[in-house]
């Protein structure tokens, strides 16, 4: 909990440091304390939900060595991962067009956590290379999707300007989620806590994401 109370801090903050001078157009937007909500809960929801996919594929190589898989194996994780991470983008977006955007980031977050509780559980390599797959595609479906999430809530108007704000959040979670791992790491030797860490922030991203209300059309309007 103590841990999970820090990343939301440092995440509120850079957040935060992130607030550039709004332009006239964008001033009335930002004014609205309802508008408001809806950046902050989506800035947390993805970086939250980023959070496992940043970290796993910086931390592929020495997850699957700590379990006793070889540099041929580990190599191959991070093919696959990026194989899976491009194809699932690519799928995303028919996605997105077939069903919207809420309902498969909320499949994609759940199958995740799945993914995250099965790979701190099981030692089978075989197992580990095909969860380590599984989640770096999600994670690539999940930042295709997210600019037309944005799009869907705030319309064509503010998209861009409230996107440009919530990207911010990749970036501070590539900066938390990898270090954070390899001090889990050093403290208890494994990657288990870092993988159960993770699916409970992916939980938490999807309960953000399942609480948001807007209309298709653009409900800031």
Known sequence: VSILSIVIIISLILFRLAKKDLTAKTKSIGKNQSVKGKIIKLW????????AGLMTIGH??????????????????ISL???????????????????????PILVILTISSLALLSLSTFTSINLMLIFLTLIASLYGALI??????????????????????????????????PSLAGWLFDQYNNYNSSLFFAFILSIFAGLIIWSLKYDVNGATH
């Open 44 to 51: 947390l929801a993805f970086f939250l939900g980023v959070f």
């Open 60 to 77: 592929a190589v020495p997850i699957i060595k700590a379990s006793g898989g070889s540099s041929e194996i580990a190599i191959t994780a």
């Open 81 to 103: 991962m990026a194989l899976g991470s491009g194809i699932a983008g690519i799928y995303a977006g028919w996605l997105a067009d077939r069903f919207g955007c809420k309902r």
């Open 144 to 177: 295709a999707i997210y600019p037309t999430l944005v799009n869907h809530v705030f319309g064509p108007d503010y998209s861009a300007w409230v996107y440009g704000r919530i990207f911010t959040a990749w970036g501070a979670s590539g900066l938390v989620s």
